[in-house]
């Protein structure tokens, strides 16, 4: 059956590609991970660029990205890691709104830097909501594009914004770009700052002392739930498990073996391990673009500290949702 409004078909998957929007909230209290993209920062920016609503879904894109074929004239904008974007062979520049023309083909050579892309295409990829989002929970089969990551010969169908036939659809949010200091740098080891807590007097000095001192290496049992983090085994002062309690996006929790659990996009709603400290909400994406074997360091900074820098980080994105208001109404 003929997919209404095609966009894309998938001529190669790439290593994990799946659609994601900014989350699936209010049913954490039924068991249901929230997913959504990993970076959302980076998913944000492209979605403004590109004239949508901040959380309409787009594709996220792992390591190896797919290659994508464009089904009809659409505008574009590849935000995130660096894959190597190639559009028809041509390099394609990041953080930039650019028009793929019917027919050509969006291709990634290779990781630069970082570890996860974003794609955002004019009107959205359009896939069923389910529970309020289009996110992929890949582990319950669930949202996203039949539940699953992509696969060659799939065709997915974007928003009515993005099926128009109208040239001036496209070409008034094309060549947008995000200015390059608001660019992130996905540095190697990655610098990551946590408010300390909810139960980090449930530990020893001495372990607070060397979480906050000693990098930790991400094992290769990373993936989209979490990363478990190699380094300086972390003592608790007495029982290493809780009363299980709410599980954040950052959080770090650790069971009786020492070893810290970064917890991620599709984290488990609740948990019964003591978690020493939580990645401030601004530093996610930096967290989300680190790689099996690359390091961590842990900083610790205060609650006002980090809300000046969410503010700083938020104020990129409020001038864009300005740009866009101004464009809708010229």
């Known amino acids: 059956m003929a997919q209404r409004n095609p966009v894309f078909e998938v001529i190669k998957p ?17 068991g249901m991970a929230v997913s959504g993209a990993m970076d959302p920062y980076a998913l944000r920016i492209g979605n403004l660029l590109v004239g949508n609503e901040e959380g309409a879904a787009g594709l996220e ?43 050509s083909v ?27 989002s289009r996110s992929t929970y890949v582990k319950a089969k669930l949202g996203g594009y039949q539940g ?3 696969q060659s010969g799939d065709v997915l169908p974007v928003g009515l914004a993005g099926a128009s036939h109208h040239p001036q659809n496209l070409l008034m949010y094309a060549n947008r770009s995000l200015h390059p200091e608001a660019v992130p740098q996905y540095a190697s080891p990655v610098q990551a700052r946590v408010i300390l807590g909810p139960d980090y007097e449930m530990f020893r000095a001495e372990s607070v002392r060397l979480f906050l001192s000693q990098p930790y290496t991400i094992s290769p049992q990373a993936d989209r739930m979490g990363y478990r983090l190699t380094g300086a085994r972390l003592e608790h002062k007495g029982q290493a498990e809780i009363i299980s309690d709410a599980i954040p996006f950052g959080a770090i929790q650790v069971p009786a073996s020492g070893e810290p659990i970064l917890l991620l996009a599709d984290r488990q709603p609740t948990g019964g391990y003591p978690k020493i400290a939580t990645v401030i909400s601004s530093d996610l994406p930096l967290v989300a673009q680190a790689k099996p074997g690359e390091q961590i360091r842990f900083t610790a900074v205060t609650l006002e500290e980090s809300q000046q820098l969410l503010y700083e980080q938020e104020s990129v994105l409020q001038t864009l949702r300005l740009a866009n208001r101004l464009l809708r109404h010229a």
């Open 148 to 150: 699953r990551p992509l």
């Open 61 to 103: 894109m792992t390591l190896v990205g797919p290659v994508l074929k464009a089904c009809r004239d659409c505008l574009i904008a590849i935000t995130g890691g660096d894959l190597n974007p190639h559009l028809d062979g041509v390099p394609l520049p990041m953080w930039k709104s650019v028009v793929m023309p019917q027919g």
């Open 14 to 30: 790439g290593l994990f590609t799946t659609v994601q929007d900014l989350g699936r909230f209010g049913y954490q209290q039924y």
């Open 106 to 132: 969006l291709a990634f050579q290779g990781v630069k830097r970082g570890c996860r892309a974003y794609l955002a295409v004019r009107g959205g990829i359009d896939v069923p909501l389910v529970m309020g």
